[in-house]
Structures are given as structure tokens and as C-alpha cells.
């Protein structure tokens, strides 16, 4: 006999892969910490392998709960779908959604795609800016949905994926830590300008503003024509610029979180709560820069 894998404990594992930690798990499904692993365990059983591999310090899936992620994903789109058709209440209206501009480089518009497809009522607003600025909009009530970063110490929204900030340059960046190290930055106030500059600090290098930009697309720019080096989340650094590695010197940056924020006049709207859960099923791995 098949067995039937219940979604809750699917989007318990999906949630714990996203976020690294059964402690953000927990909080993101509003239940308690012991319940995650206990959901953990229940599906191990029905299973009958091990699903993630849990140390003091750290967790990670095992061969076998990488691939019951990617059926979870599956599974739950499945019955997201299901459930909006018997219900009979498909959502419609116009969404008004922010999307920091970094984040236009990655899969998400794909999501935002399949999203449309499964909800043709649903039209968009679709904005692309800095996330300071969407923040700015959705409390003003100018959005219904902001997809973006969080600073530091921000427990705001609902966690996609905690990211490592890197430094980037180009193959041929060579940097003199004896003269104030060039950056290509964004216009202040700026989540990854405040993390460069902290870093440096700690670690007493000189630097200097040697480009500031607006969007990404000049950040990319800057930094491919060999102006300075920038800082940008692991997993959105797109394939004009490469990763500088420690023979560089440069000290380790933080992290930097990336969230899905709703309008607290909006987000119990059945397209808003729609797509919540399109995104978060998607899993962490929809905001991998696309290699398109």
C-alpha cells in the first residue's frame, strides 16, 4: 500500500530546509519548537529513512530529505490547488506587489508565473525597487505584498531564506589593503552598503565610495567594469561577477535575510494568502539566481 504523507508534516520539513533551524521552523508555522520535531520524526517513520541529520550546532537534509523536499513541493502545490477548487472561491482581484530589484534577477518571476497560471483572476501592480523603499510603500499601504530584505535584528515577515552576504568582484579584481579599498554601492540608507562598511570597520581597512548606484542594475555595472567590489546575498550573484574567495583578505560579512511581508490591511485576502503559500512552497531554492 502507497503511503499517504501528510501535508502538514511536508510543509513542517519544507519549512525547516528554508530556514536552517527547527527554532525559525517553528516560529514561520506558529507552533512550538518540540512540535517540529516532532513532525519531523513522524514523517521520518513513515518514511523509514532519515530525512535530516541533526547536530549540536547545526542541521542539514540527508540525500533522501533533498529528495522528499522536492516531492513535498510538489505534494503541497498539488493540494493548495485542490482545495482552492472545491472551495469554489478561486481568487481575483489586483495584487499590488513589491519586489526588491535584486531579487528581479532570480526565479521568482517564474513563480509569479505559475502563480498567474493557477490563478487567472488575479491581475498584478508589480514594482521593482530598493527594499528600503518597498518597506516605506507597504507601510503607507501603496502594497499589498513585499518580497524583498530585512536588516539585521528585523523579526518582521516571513522568512524565505537567511542568506550569507559575499564579496564580489570580476576575475581580474586585485585588492591593495594598503589604499582605501574601492566600493560600488547603493545610495544610502542600504542594507549591504551598512554591512560592507561594518565589516571593513572591524577589521580597520580603509575604503571609499568609488561608485554609488541606485538599482542593481548599476551595482552590476560598477562592479563589472572594474570601479570597486560590492556585497551581494550567495545565491544572487549573477554570472557577469564572480565571488571573491579569502586570498583577497577581505573580512567575513553577515548575513542578510530575505522575507515575504503582507499589509496587514490585505493579507487575509484569498490572493494575498494564495500567494504567501505559492512562494513558501516553492522552497528557498526559487530565489537561486537564474542562470538564464
Known amino acids: 500500500m502507497t503511503a499517504a504523507y501528510d501535508p502538514q508534516l511536508l510543509a513542517t520539513l519544507l519549512a525547516v530546509e528554508q530556514t536552517g533551524s527547527f527554532t525559525q521552523a517553528a516560529a514561520r508555522l506558529r507552533i512550538r519548537q518540540p512540535t517540529v520535531s516532532q513532525h519531523i520524526r513522524r514523517l521520518e517513520q513513515q518514511v523509514g529513512r532519515m530525512l535530516v541529520h541533526r547536530t549540536t550546532h547545526a542541521l542539514s537534509l540527508t540525500p533522501d530529505g533533498e529528495a522528499m523536499i522536492g516531492f513535498a513541493r510538489t505534494i503541497l502545490a498539488a493540494h493548495e490547488q485542490a482545495a482552492a477548487y472545491f472551495s469554489g472561491s478561486q481568487p ?6 513589491g519586489m526588491s530589484d535584486d531579487l528581479a534577477l532570480t526565479r521568482l518571476p517564474q513563480i509569479l ?7 487567472p483572476m488575479v491581475d498584478f501592480y508589480l514594482t521593482v525597487e530598493q527594499s528600503r523603499v518597498l518597506h516605506e510603500w507597504l507601510v503607507n499601504d501603496r502594497l499589498d505584498v513585499l518580497v524583498g530584505k ?8 516571513q522568512l524565505v531564506k ?4 559575499v564579496w564580489v568582484g570580476t576575475p581580474a579584481t586585485k585588492i591593495d589593503l594598503t589604499k582605501p579599498v574601492p566600493l560600488v554601492v547603493y545610495a544610502a540608507p542600504s542594507m549591504s ?20 548606484c541606485r538599482g542593481v542594475n548599476g551595482l552590476i555595472a560598477g562592479v563589472a567594469a572594474g570601479i570597486g567590489i560590492s556585497a551581494l546575498p550567495a545565491s544572487l550573484v549573477p554570472t557577469q ?12 560579512l553577515g548575513h542578510i535575510d530575505l522575507v515575504l ?6 493579507e487575509e485576502r484569498p490572493a494575498v494568502k494564495a500567494l504567501i503559500a505559492t512562494i513558501l512552497a516553492s522552497g528557498s531554492r526559487s530565489l537561486s539566481a537564474s542562470t538564464a
Open 113 to 119: 508565473r505559475e502563480f498567474r497560471r493557477d490563478n
Open 92 to 97: 481575483r482581484g489586483r495584487l499590488r506587489i
Open 193 to 212: 552598503r551598512n554591512e560592507m562598511r561594518k565589516a571593513l570597520n572591524r577589521a580597520q581597512i580603509p575604503y571609499r565610495s568609488a561608485c554609488v
Open 241 to 252: 561577477l564572480t565571488t571573491l574567495g579569502t586570498a583577497h583578505r577581505l573580512p567575513e
Open 150 to 157: 530585512r536588516p539585521p535584528g528585523d523579526e518582521r515577515g
Open 261 to 266: 511581508l503582507a499589509n496587514p490591511r490585505a
Open 162 to 165: 537567511r542568506e550569507r552576504l
